[in-house]
């Protein structure tokens, strides 16, 4: 093999290092977003929110018809953080735990 056949194979094994290691950064860092929230949009720590949870999941569906917002269970707080099983918002000297399986909505105060 001579020098710019060399050459040649090293700047191949360099382009492929450089994209491999570029898409594990880039699944590195959306396995970030997961881990704060499933990779959605989440209001800031200490935001006033209203989690209406879905009446399937609180016992209260109707078969029959499409529930109102307004008549769906709800828990009001402050958004405190959320992983990739629960959402928690505090309400007054109480911290609430809501598994994001059971959550329609949240409604974010401005």
Request: proline fraction near 4%; glycine fraction near 10%; charge should be neutral.
């Amino acid at each position: 093999m001579n020098r710019s056949s060399k050459l040649c194979v090293l700047a191949a094994v360099l382009c492929v290092a450089v994209v491999l290691a570029w898409a594990g950064l880039s699944r590195a860092q959306g396995a970030g977003a997961d881990a704060r929230g499933g990779g959605a949009a989440l209001p800031q720590a200490g935001t006033p929110c209203k989690v209406y949870l879905r009446g399937d999941a609180a016992g209260v569906a109707w078969h029959d018809r499409v529930a109102d917002v307004e008549s769906l269970p709800a828990r009001q707080g402050t958004y405190v953080g959320a992983d990739e099983s629960w959402v928690t918002i505090r309400s007054n000297d109480k911290e609430l735990w809501i598994p994001r399986d059971s959550i329609m909505l949240v409604e974010v105060s401005k």
